[in-house]
């Protein structure tokens, strides 16, 4: 069975700040491994995904993570904190041949100016 | 491309009225399908999903159902709400790499 656990259920940075949100998950085959975010009243909308080769994955708004298999971790980063980037983020992982994804319980980032 | 439309945006329903959400996906053939409840200040919560018109699977038992009456349609009912059916439905598809795809989602509301 599959897991994701996010530590930290709220964030909070300042604005221009470095960005570090937390993802372990459980996986007995190799992971397909998603970040998602979520404005307020609106759907989650795909930051960043790994599936397989490279390890740093990019995605949208300055975003990154690295998948790290012997940590079971999949942390999201961003250099600097914007205004903007305040919201929810979902850390998941889906089988790759699975038609279901599991979601962790979500990390409200907030940011200071 | 594809897009995901869900409505109504948002509903409010006495306890014990029945309900109907509907979800279409546009721009692809055969998606697998998923409806998710986010109650307030939590995760997401898998309700149903589906790979083919007429193939629903349940993943929480509760009194909301799931048909799948055309490919790209998905519909979410219940007979009679309770207060705790209260909460934010996500609909998304799925692409073969394993992402999905989420509509803007219904707030309802049952008093």
């Known amino acids: 069975a599959q897991s994701v656990t996010q530590l930290g259920s709220h964030v909070s940075v300042s604005e221009g700040a470095l960005v570090l949100l937390r993802c372990n998950y459980s996986?007995?085959?190799?992971?397909?491994l998603f970040w998602y975010v979520q404005y307020p009243n609106q759907g989650l909308q795909l930051l960043l995904k790994?599936?397989?080769?490279?390890?740093l994955v990019k995605g949208i708004n300055g975003f990154e993570a690295e998948f790290k298999k012997s940590e079971t971790s999949f942390h999201l980063t961003k250099p600097s904190a914007h205004m903007s980037d305040a919201a929810e983020y979902f850390c998941?992982?889906?089988?790759?041949?699975?038609?279901?994804?599991?979601f962790g319980a979500g990390t409200r980032l907030f940011v200071k100016a | 491309s594809q897009t995901i439309h869900q409505w109504p945006a948002t509903l409010v329903q006495p306890v014990g009225s029945p309900l109907s959400l509907e979800c279409t996906v546009e721009?692809?053939?055969?998606?697998?399908l998923y409806w998710y409840r986010q109650a307030a200040g939590r995760g997401l919560q898998l309700l149903f999903y589906?790979?083919?018109?007429?193939?629903i699977s349940s993943e929480v038992p509760q009194n909301l159902s799931a048909s799948r009456p055309q490919d790209r349609q998905f519909i979410l009912s219940s007979k009679k709400l309770l207060l705790s059916d209260s909460g934010f439905y996500l609909c998304?598809?799925?692409?073969?790499?394993?992402?999905?795809?989420f509509g803007p989602g219904t707030r309802l509301t049952v008093l």
């Open positions: 998304a598809w799925r692409l073969g790499g394993g992402e999905q795809f």
């Open positions: 589906s790979v083919g018109i007429g193939q």
């Open positions: 996986s007995s085959v190799p992971p397909y």
């Open positions: 721009g692809t053939s055969n998606p697998n």
């Open positions: 790994y599936t397989t080769g490279a390890t």
């Open positions: 998941a992982v889906s089988d790759t041949g699975g038609f279901k994804t599991i």
